[in-house]
């Protein structure tokens, strides 16, 4: 059998026991300390609800958290560099690339409603 007649194996396939093993290996590593102050003004008023999208297939659950003094809505906790890498891996590589290429090119709406926890 030729190199040009095996057949192809499915990369999302490929990957998907390295996404179990970092899954199981547990997920507060992909997360910073959560933050009890805003970054922009410092205030120490914050609501916290849920990121209004669940991106990809990651088992990652996004919290998004608002100053009420200047309004500033941000990630918290924020993703750490592990984080960061399995969530580009699995959104742009793997299981997610077919809906982050549909994003980019506008055909999915996107919403910038805070769903509350």
Known sequence: MTASSLPE???VA????????????GL???FEPR???CPWCGGTRLSTGCAP?????TSLRFELSECVDCRHIFQ??????DGLEFYYRD???GLGEK????MFEGNTPVSRTVRRC
């Open 91 to 93: 959104c742009y590589d």
């Open 14 to 25: 490929a990957r998907r026991p390295q996404y179990q093993a970092d899954i199981a290996a």
């Open 53 to 57: 999208w669940t991106c990809c297939s």
């Open 9 to 11: 194996t499915d990369p």
């Open 28 to 30: 507060d590593r992909f």
């Open 35 to 37: 933050r009890d102050d």
């Open 76 to 81: 918290n906790p924020r993703l750490s560099l």
């Open 99 to 102: 809906q982050m290429a549909s």
